[in-house]
């Protein structure tokens, strides 16, 4: 098992930039697969960026490619998501979430998810 805990959200004016961490608990965090995805009031939860448990293959969301970046340091057991030129439509709850076996662009399979941090776009 794993256990997840996000942070590094606020309030950021458009163009601006926030690094969102995601730390892991347990010894088995660089066998997982690890991705975020992001929630707004009354939406599903979608896609944002998703990094295998070497690194080596990322993938990311069509509206993100470009602005931010998925990476990960298992000697800390975290993932980041550095999110530049930010957009008042990237205002969401964001989630980091935890997968053992495939990297894929579904919420339901990653077994593993965080509380959310808030990160909120001003125009």
């Known amino acids: 098992q794993v256990q997840l805990v996000e942070s590094g959200g606020g309030l950021v004016q458009a163009g601006g930039s926030l690094r969102l961490s995601c730390a892991a608990s347990?010894?088995?965090?660089?066998?997982?697969?690890m991705a975020w995805f992001r929630q707004a009031p009354g939406k599903e939860r979608d896609f944002v960026a998703t990094?295998?448990?070497?690194?080596?293959?990322?993938y990311y969301a069509d509206s993100v490619k470009g602005r931010f970046t998925i990476s990960r340091d298992n000697a800390k057991n975290t993932v980041y998501l550095q999110m530049n030129s930010l957009k008042p439509e990237d205002t969401a709850v964001y989630y980091c979430?935890?997968?053992?076996?495939?990297?894929?662009?579904?919420?339901?399979?990653?077994?593993?998810w965080g509380q959310g941090t808030q990160v909120t776009v001003s125009s």
């Open positions: 990094i295998s448990a070497s690194g080596v293959n990322i």
């Open positions: 979430g935890a997968a053992a076996s495939i990297i894929s662009m579904r919420a339901k399979d990653y077994g593993y």
């Open positions: 347990g010894r088995t965090f660089s066998r997982y697969i």
